[in-house]
């Protein structure tokens, strides 16, 4: 079994890792190496959205492991066509076509390059093409040099500009500025419906609408990065008709819960016309886009149980119910530390007063308290510097909520002066 020391000799140190050696999952539960159990509204980070090791999850993984594993997206794939065709109608429910990726920061990549292909077949009146795509600050795309460009966050710029041209950063939930944010230039607008790294901002209903009917005037692609809030975690199979359910997005890239664990990620592009002969889906023709691994048959399996169990157990319904839980029951708490509940579903940011949290050196507010919830049990995650994130599995019961509550609250009694 590997060490601390293995870490610190082998491993880029490109994460600030916790104490904690998790060693085995059952459902809402993670246990360490020292055989310590943790209620883990962590989840990978939005991951193992049916928790872990699901009976159905770990069946389809062994039954497609037996059969075939991999091959060439040069064949097709069946149990890629289902996936696709159970996102579309049964997620999506607008005509369009998936393509399969190993993790959101592609899948947005994905989206950058069906933009710059709409910028090609839809030029400025020169001729020339539209290229930029406007995002939003705090907002979080991914890690590869085409997301994060588009992550309106200084601090995941800091030493590898220059970044790849051709974005324009907005504040988040002000049509004002975006639409003084578009350009001759701009081809599509991406923003998360709901922000998860960058503090738990849910977009207004009134902005998403504004922003389509800006994309509508202006001709640009509007797209949705739902990576860490699509498949029901938000209280519906999409985050972004927990807003606007009238809105028809252009494209959507998704990750982490759609595979409950197993590496998976994917982008969604409309079928809808933008000519007299062109579907928006035709621009990414044989040869613009293309993945080793994406979408092979035991990625498709996985990713097939888990949204089947979202479905069958109408898990989005359980998460508005989990979160009307919550917020029910800290309506009862008066902790000056905790400012408010941000969020929808079990994607939900506890806002820190950071003046109230005990100092530590080297340690966010948020990190602290992260820390202390992880030494009574609790696993949680940050989501910026003053908030503190839950993310549980969208099917954590009634009791497993109470009993993060539970420490949450006697966390904050703890660290409040008396």
């Known amino acids: 079994m590997s060490t601390n020391a293995d870490f610190t000799q082998f491993v880029l140190p490109t994460y600030g890792r916790f104490p904690l050696v998790p060693v085995k999952g059952e459902g809402s539960y993670l246990w360490d190496d020292q055989g310590r159990r943790y209620l883990d509204f962590c989840t990978g980070i939005a991951v193992c959205s049916i928790g872990h090791c ?19 997206n040069l064949y097709q794939i069946p149990q890629q066509a289902a996936l696709a065709r159970t996102i579309v109608e049964d997620h999506v429910q607008l005509p369009g076509k998936v393509f399969f990726s190993n993790s959101g920061a592609e899948a947005n990549d994905g989206l950058i390059k069906t933009a710059r292909r709409f910028g090609h077949a839809r030029p400025q009146a020169d001729g020339s093409p539209r290229f930029e795509v406007i995002t939003f600050t705090q907002s979080f795309h991914g890690r590869t040099l085409g997301s994060m460009a588009a992550t309106a966050q200084k601090k995941i710029h800091e030493g590898f500009d220059p970044l790849l041209p051709g974005f324009r950063y907005a504040p988040f939930n002000d049509l004002a500025a975006l639409e003084a944010a578009i350009s001759p230039s701009t081809a599509a607008i991406l923003l998360e419906p709901i922000q998860g790294e960058g ?9 998403l609408r504004g922003a389509a009917a800006l994309a ?11 990576v860490q809030a699509g ?11 927990r807003m606007a359910p009238e809105i028809q997005p252009d494209g959507i890239s998704w990750a982490k819960g759609m595979g409950g664990g197993f590496p998976i990620g994917s982008f969604w ?32 399996a996985a990713s097939l149980a888990v949204l089947e169990v979202i479905v069958k157990d109408d898990l989005s319904q359980h998460a508005l119910a989990m979160e009307e839980l919550i917020r029910q029951e800290i309506a009862h708490w008066h902790f000056p530390m905790l400012q408010e509940l941000r969020g929808m579903g079990l994607l939900l940011g506890f806002v820190l007063n ?3 949290v005990p100092k530590i050196e080297g340690k966010t507010p948020a990190q602290v308290i992260v820390s202390e919830l992880m030494q009574r049990g609790l696993l949680t995650v940050p989501a910026g510097p003053d908030v503190v994130r839950f993310l549980p599995p969208l099917n954590v019961s009634r009791d497993e909520i109470r009993s993060a509550l539970q420490i949450l609250h006697d966390t904050f009694q703890s660290l409040t002066p008396h």
């Open 231 to 241: 498949f029901g975690r938000c209280g519906d199979l999409m985050a972004w008709r």
């Open 269 to 300: 592009i409309s079928d809808r016309l933008i000519d007299d002969t062109r579907a928006l889906s035709s621009l990414m023709n044989p040869g613009s886009h293309g993945s080793t691994y994406g979408g092979n048959p035991l990625a498709c």
């Open 216 to 226: 509508k005037k202006h001709d640009l692609l509007l797209f949705f990065d739902e």
């Open 54 to 72: 699901h009976p159905a999850l770990t069946a389809a993984i062994e039954s497609q492991a037996r059969t075939l594993m991999h091959c060439s």
């Open 199 to 207: 503090g738990v901002h849910a977009a207004t209903a009134e902005f």
């Open 354 to 356: 950071a003046d109230l």
